[in-house]
């Protein structure tokens, strides 16, 4: 669904998982500007408007109990000329984003977090790539910094001290 926002044009999704972390994924997108459709049958509408076209949401936006959700619209939103709150609720507000908030901030967003952690505030602005290296193999981290990437001049590489799950490169 988010590589689906950056995107441009129309993308359809049938049997879109009904679990909360993916209604949250698609509420966020929804409150970044992104028109979004759903009907009962469990097919997803978006319509992309291509890189860059996240629009400053009116009020925070929330995660839910979804890392992965706040982690790559993290990534998602760092490119843009906006600042944009994430909360989330009780649970994935003692969840660590330190390791997303460090190669978002080497990449030239700036990040305010209480304790590294949700509630959160990604102010972004133009990126660079960068050459990261995982401390911590991470998927949710890896995935955060690709969408960043795409919005950074320059090339972003991340090298993983262990293979991690390869769905968004798979995607991308």
């Known amino acids: 669904a988010i590589l689906a926002a950056l995107a441009d044009g129309r993308s359809s999704f049938d049997g879109f998982a009904p679990g909360a972390d993916c209604q949250s994924t698609l509420a966020c997108l929804a409150r970044l500007g992104v028109e979004v459709t759903s009907d009962r049958s469990g097919a997803v509408g978006i319509l992309g408007r291509g890189l860059g076209s996240f629009r400053r949401p009116s009020d925070a936006l929330d995660a839910g109990n979804s890392g992965t959700t706040l982690r790559l619209l993290m990534g998602g939103v760092a490119g843009h000329p906006f600042s944009c709150r994430f909360v989330g609720d009780a649970s ?33 602005s133009p990126l660079r790539g960068i050459t990261y290296r995982q401390s911590v193999p991470s998927a949710q981290v890896k995935s955060a910094i690709l969408l960043a990437g795409l919005h950074a001049e320059g090339v972003t590489q991340i090298e993983e001290p262990a293979a991690t799950r390869n769905h968004t490169e798979r995607a991308l």
């Open 92 to 124: 994935l507000s003692r969840r660590p984003m330190r390791r997303v908030i460090e190669p978002l901030e080497r990449m030239g967003a700036r990040v305010e977090a209480t304790g590294g952690h949700a509630p959160l505030t990604v102010h972004g």
